[in-house]
């Protein structure tokens, strides 16, 4: 079982910068590979970004690559995702999952996710 509690949402303008952290409670965080989902009212959950368990592999959705990036940190349970030049098209709930993919690679559907913190909430204004 992993418990996840994700930080540093906010308001902030456009091209304004975010880092949101997601801290894990419970065994064996470093074997879990890890993304970012988002949400904006009326939509469904988009894939942001994942991260390998070892942080040696990443995959982005096409809309934040080369804006965003996920890292972790295993010895403090914690992955993160830095935004950069943020967008009013970013707005949304930013959710943290943790998945046991097959060896080698990434997953981006959501139902593939095993667990789900509860989000915290990113709105930048034009």
């Known amino acids: 079982q992993v418990q996840l509690v994700e930080s540093g949402g906010g308001l902030v303008q456009t091209g304004s910068s975010l880092r949101l952290s997601c801290a894990a409670s419970?065994?064996?965080?470093?074997?879990?590979?890890m993304a970012w989902f988002r949400q904006a009212p009326g939509k469904g959950r988009e894939f942001v970004a994942a991260?390998?368990?070892?942080?040696?592999?990443?995959s982005y959705a096409d809309s934040v690559k080369g804006r965003f990036t996920i890292s972790r940190d295993n010895a403090k349970n914690t992955v993160y995702l830095q935004m950069n030049s943020l967008k009013p098209e970013d707005t949304a709930v930013y959710y943290c999952?943790?998945?046991?993919?097959?060896?080698?690679?990434?997953?981006?559907?959501?139902?593939?996710?095993?667990?789900w913190g509860q989000g915290t909430q990113v709105t930048v204004s034009s």
């Open positions: 999952a943790a998945d046991r993919p097959p060896l080698g690679s990434l997953r981006t559907m959501a139902g593939q996710y095993i667990y």
């Open positions: 419970g065994r064996a965080f470093s074997t879990y590979a």
């Open positions: 991260i390998s368990w070892s942080g040696g592999s990443t």
